[in-house]
């Protein structure tokens, strides 16, 4: 198994510099990674650094709280999308789904969705499943069946619990099986990302990628 394939090698630190994302595109490079996942800020940069290798981009959309306005998150993806990025990773409206507004987040997953493949590209919906209940990500996860989004991940890595097994298994079995999974946060050992894959993540993320591998 070639974990590199699996990783979108992660850079979202608040205080992060172009100096940090040149050396995180030079080491996604250096060990395969299948991506680089960072800030809209440095997506332009990365695209100029990466263009010639097959490393893809993918950056962040109302990262990483999710309350932005649904217009203003469509924004974000066109504009990161026309500076180079590959794939989005959208995070849904937490509020709306702890207040059970459903057709809010079909028209806000919709959106997002239809955004993204307009311009050719791939959207990773984040669901933040350590705030949800089972029946919130249930009713999310068949909004996600009936939108079409390509992948579907746990967490930010930056609000409540990261990935388990458990969760991968559980979005594998309520998803549509084209919809793929990303697993983020506190995925930090080779052991773990092996077991993250065997439960059914398509892809990682991780911001100590090197040190995984």
Known sequence: MNVANFIDHTLLRPDCTARDLELLCQEAIEHGFHAVCIP??????????????????????????????????????????????????????????KSAQWSYLRNEIDGMTTAAHMKGKSIKLILETGLLTKTEIKRLCDICNDTGVDYVKNATGFNAEGATTEIVESLRKLLSPEIKIKAAGGVRTAEFARELIKAGADRLGSSTSVLLL
């Open 40 to 97: 809209p800020f440095f997506v332009g940069q990365a695209s100029r650094i990466l263009e010639r290798h097959p490393t893809r981009i993918a950056t962040v959309i109302g990262f990483p709280l999710g309350y932005s306005a649904v217009a203003a998150k469509i924004e974000e993806i066109k504009r990161a999308i026309n500076e180079g990025a590959d794939e989005v990773d959208a995070v849904i409206n937490i509020c709306a789904a």
